[in-house]
């Protein structure tokens, strides 16, 4: 199912915007004109990944600095060792969609 976010204007290149889906918050990331989206929610524990440090196409979990891919969602640092949830993004018209489980 693909979900209408907002348009790529709203996120400026390197920097993030967190958005709400259902329950589910998911970071956006413009990182040199690319976007990618993941699972907000960082996998070790309670802390929201938009407000990391992002470089070279991964993000530094402010709490504890585990560090995940932002295309694969792979954890690539501890403490983190399970991954977060990536969203595939297309954008029509410069809006941002993202392809979500029909149950998400
Ligand atoms: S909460 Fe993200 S590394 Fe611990």
Do not use: Q, W
């Not at 996998?43 to 991964?58: I, Q, R, T, Y």
């Not at 993000?59 to 932002?70: K, T, V, Y």
Request: net charge negative.
């Amino acid at each position: 199912m693909k979900v209408k976010t907002v348009n790529i204007s709203e996120i400026n290149e390197n920097s993030v915007k967190k958005i709400s889906i259902g329950d589910k918050d998911i970071s956006i990331f413009n990182v040199e004109g690319e976007f990618y989206a993941i699972d907000d929610m960082c996998s070790h524990s309670e802390a929201s990944l938009a407000e990391g440090e992002v470089f070279d196409c991964k993000i530094e979990c402010p709490l504890h600095g585990a560090e995940f891919d932002l295309k694969t969602g792979e954890a690539v640092t501890l403490p983190a060792t399970r991954p977060v949830a990536t969203y595939d993004i297309s954008i029509e018209d410069e809006t941002i969609y993202l392809e979500m489980d029909e149950n998400a």
